[in-house]
């Protein structure tokens, strides 16, 4: 803006800096002689319309700090990786319940600590260590709720955990709504964490880390608790599950387990082992690549569903709430069509979706909406379902090396969806651009992997990279038989 003041001055005027014309005679916008720049010296005026006070208009985030508040959400993703490798680890060395006790009594404590933070700096190192703890408790509850169900349900257990997420971002953008004052939302935030302070003290250990460490007692007295409880009698004794028995696989299952656990020893797996051969690594590369893109078009629809136009709180609570009826649909079409089945036109609708958006004219912002949610649930489709399908894709002897490769290409995905949805300042479209071309390319190289429904979990590595061709044999010889019949 170009402004005269009374005295005749003319004023170049900008968001942060103001620039004086020298000599200038015409008051037109355009002006190329010589001009005084200066900064703003810091009496900032703020839009409150929507947010009402924020760590932005607190510490002024703004012109030459406004990479400063840009930083807080790669931070927090940071974090939000260093936890879940961090307390993945210790849970599985004392034990879950007290990882989830200790990560439970942080994620309040620190919650409310990030209200009151000073200044800037730590506010964002509390921030950095909220993450931590809260990542580290989303994953042990994830064990935890799957070490407690059984085989027939553990893939609806999974995605009930998602749900659970999903309902997560509803309560955030509806607490944002309401709340426009940033360290009071956050203190309310933070107390929805209290209620489970006051009874997982009561969370018995899972059984199978009981018996893991050797502590036969407390899983037996676990046992019959869970029998009274469902209003049966136990008979089975948990000694006995360390004594081969004819059972479906003609062991005893921990024993199965030690002898696995044998065999990874003398082998010295590595994460080498996932490219043992072409077969194996271009599968490893299209899992990873599955995981990398569902992580990053997951948190791009998220914190990118503000940049769509309209109430940006609406849109952050349908982008949550597109994501219940999505894992439905995942679990029915898992085990109705396979999972290959369903992740590929998965990314690939996601894909054209992200396509779409970038054609839509800018005065039609409910169509981009509507497209971002399609968006939003075709990726969580995919992003649902790809823990139980890597397990599947790889033998017994590295599957859970498999899965925590997997889980990193996550985290990495999770840490570069910011940076990726600060594009928009580029070109509003660039966030959507990326995603789309990666889903989509991603989606074609799902078609490649082999189907795993209905097929018996592998044990070995020639096992697991016969898969495919399997399938494709198994196929060949029932053509006969139906054509016949």
Same mark, same amino acid.
């Given at each position: ?21 020298? =000599? ?9 002689? =010589? ?12 839009? @409150?319309?929507?947010?009402?006070? /924020? ?79 809260? /990542? ?14 059984? %085989? ?7 995605? @009930? ?42 969370? !018995? ?24 409880? =469902? ?45 043992? /051969? ?32 309209? =109430? ?48 839509? !004219? ?24 790809? +823990?139980? +399908?890597?397990?599947?894709?790889? !033998? ?58 209905? %097929? ?23 053509? !006969? ?5």
């Amino acid at each position: 803006m170009v402004v005269r003041t009374a005295e005749g001055e003319q004023w170049e005027l900008s968001r942060c800096r103001c620039a004086l014309r020298i =000599n200038s005679t015409d008051f037109t916008y355009f002006f190329d002689g =010589n001009k005084t720049v200066k900064a703003c010296d810091g009496n900032f005026v703020y839009d @409150h319309s929507e947010i009402q006070q /924020s760590i932005v208009t607190d510490w002024d985030l703004v012109c030459e700090k406004e990479w400063l508040a840009k930083l807080c959400q790669p931070t927090f993703m940071l974090g939000v990786l260093i936890g879940a490798l961090l307390f993945g680890d210790i849970a599985d060395r004392i034990g879950r319940v007290k990882i989830l006790m200790f990560t439970s009594l942080c994620q309040f404590g620190i919650g409310v600590a990030v209200a009151f933070s000073g200044n800037y700096y730590f506010f964002v190192v509390l921030r950095f260590l909220l993450a931590m703890v809260s /990542s580290g408790y989303l994953v042990v509850v994830f064990v935890y709720v799957t070490e407690f169900t059984g %085989i027939k349900v553990r893939t609806w257990t999974s995605m @009930h955990v998602h749900a659970a997420f999903a309902v997560g971002i509803m309560v955030v953008a509806l607490t944002g709504y309401l709340v426009r004052v940033w360290w009071i939302y956050q203190i309310i935030l933070s107390i929805c964490t209290s209620p489970f302070l006051l009874c997982c003290w009561k969370f !018995p250990e899972t059984p199978f880390y009981l018996m893991a460490k050797g502590r036969y007692k407390e899983t037996q007295n676990l046992l019959d608790a869970i029998a009274r409880f =469902n209003g049966l009698e136990c008979r089975l004794k948990a000694e006995e599950l360390l004594r081969p028995e004819e059972q479906e696989n003609g062991r005893a299952l921990l024993e199965q387990e030690s002898e696995q656990q044998q065999v990874q020893k003398e082998q010295k797996l590595s994460i080498l082992d996932l490219f043992g /051969s072409w077969r194996m690594a271009s599968r490893t590369c299209t899992v990873w690549a599955i995981w990398f893109i569902g992580s990053l078009g997951y948190y791009v629809f998220s914190l990118g569903s503000v940049n769509l136009g309209g =109430n940006q709180y609406v849109n952050l609570f349908l982008a949550g709430a597109v994501e219940l009826p999505s894992y439905l649909v995942g679990c029915f079409a898992m085990d109705r069509i396979g999972r290959k089945k369903t992740c590929a036109p998965s990314l690939l609708l996601a894909g054209v979706a992200c396509i779409l958006i970038i054609v839509v !004219p800018a005065d039609i912002y409910i169509l981009a909406i509507i497209l971002s949610m399609t968006g939003k649930f075709a990726i969580a489709i995919a992003f649902g379902l790809i +823990y139980l +399908y890597t397990c599947e894709l790889y !033998p017994t002897i590295i599957r859970s090396l498999a899965v925590g490769s997997g889980s990193m290409m996550c985290r990495v995905g999770s840490v570069v969806a910011p940076f990726c949805v600060y594009l928009s300042d580029v070109w509003i479209h660039l966030p959507q651009l990326i995603v789309g071309i990666l889903a989509f390319i991603i989606g074609v190289l799902t078609l490649f992997l082999p189907e795993t429904l209905g %097929i018996p979990l592998t044990t070995t590595l020639e096992e697991a990279e016969a898969l495919g061709r399997q399938n494709k044999k198994d196929g060949l010889e029932m053509k !006969p038989q139906e054509s016949k019949a």
